[in-house]
């Protein structure tokens, strides 16, 4: 059995690990807060620049634009959105294992998949497993539509340049605290968005032309998406660290009662030993 002084000064390890965790789950916390603000924030836009790809690409010619034909699919490059920091459960490993399953699932569609990784933690453990393109880490907590708008050009640049024939963004979306969806998404060859078939869309006269508007809006739409994904990321990771910051917090919890427990009994030994040579060295004396 563990000796008093060593379960005690475990039982104070652990309590120090539950104040630094319960610490974590409020910094967590709040910056969860301010995540969701910006993700609510940019909703708006997104959603009004879809509705007017909607309106553009319904009377035809979307399908005309270079961002929207397909050559050949020979090719793909999968964006992978991670963190640059750990202490989040499990979500830089789902978020792997899904680029992962990805390759494996179309290596006969392909001849080639390329990944370009946003985030520290999905380049450490995919640069072994995979052909990384590029990367781009510690910008995730600093990303402003600007960067987002870069890698987007970028994107683009290496599309229309036949590098790559399809591109796929693989990021964890949020949808609570305790809930980050997987989502896949295809970001080149450009799907032109369709609205409600039922939906009547008047004859509008566009100035400049609608061929104009599609070749500014298509590419904004990329960096818009790109934008949402970051933020979209780093609610979903905050969500995570809360989570599992909780989570660990309760395990320590249970942990220091259990070596209470064992302490107790422990002492309760030691108390029972020495009243028993007590017991003993009294009897000899009087005998």
């Known amino acids: 059995m563990a000796s008093l002084k060593s379960i005690r000064k475990r039982i104070n390890s652990v309590k120090s690990t539950r104040q630094i965790t319960?610490?974590?789950?409020?910094?967590?916390?709040?910056?969860?807060r301010r995540a969701q603000d910006k993700v609510l924030a940019a909703r708006p836009y997104a959603k009004k620049l879809e509705e007017v790809l909607v309106r553009?690409?319904?009377?035809?010619?979307?399908?005309?634009?270079?961002?929207?034909?397909?050559?050949k699919s020979e090719t793909a490059l999968l964006i992978?959105?991670?963190?640059?920091?750990?202490?989040?459960g499990g979500f830089n490993a789902n978020i792997?294992?899904?680029?992962e399953a990805f390759m494996r699932e179309n290596s006969s569609r392909y001849?080639?998949?390329?990944?370009?990784?946003?985030?520290?933690?999905?380049?450490?453990?995919?640069r072994k497993r995979a052909t990384?393109?590029?990367?781009?880490s510690n910008i995730l907590s600093t990303m402003s539509y600007q960067e987002a708008s870069i890698i987007g050009q970028e994107l683009i640049e290496g599309y229309l340049a036949q590098e790559y024939d399809d591109v796929y963004l693989l990021y964890n979306a949020f949808r609570s605290v305790m809930s980050q969806d997987i989502t896949l998404?295809?970001?080149?060859?450009i799907e032109p968005p369709q609205g409600p078939e039922e939906e009547f869309l008047p004859e509008a006269i566009?100035?400049?032309?609608?061929?104009?508007?599609?070749?500014?809006?298509?590419?904004?739409?990329?960096?818009?998406?790109?934008?949402?994904?970051?933020?979209?990321?780093?609610?979903?990771?905050?969500?995570?660290?809360?989570?599992a910051m909780d989570s660990a917090s309760k395990n320590a919890s249970e942990m220091i009662a259990k070596l209470t427990l064992q302490y107790n009994r422990a002492r309760q030994a030691v108390i029972t030993t020495e009243l028993m040579e007590i017991i003993s060295g009294a009897e000899s004396v009087h005998g």
Request: aromatic share 6%.
């Open 22 to 32: 319960k610490a974590m789950k409020m910094v967590a916390a709040a910056k969860l």
């Open 56 to 71: 553009l690409s319904s009377s035809g010619g979307a399908v005309d634009h270079p961002l929207a034909r397909r050559e």
């Open 80 to 88: 992978v959105v991670s963190s640059d920091r750990g202490l989040c």
């Open 96 to 99: 792997c294992k899904a680029a």
């Open 111 to 126: 001849q080639e998949i390329n990944l370009l990784t946003i985030g520290r933690k999905g380049f450490e453990y995919l």
């Open 132 to 136: 990384i393109r590029k990367n781009y």
């Open 185 to 189: 998404k295809q970001l080149l060859p």
């Open 206 to 243: 566009y100035e400049p032309s609608k061929e104009e508007l599609l070749a500014e809006l298509f590419p904004k739409n990329i960096e818009v998406q790109l934008f949402h994904a970051r933020l979209a990321s780093i609610a979903s990771e905050h969500g995570a660290g809360m989570t």
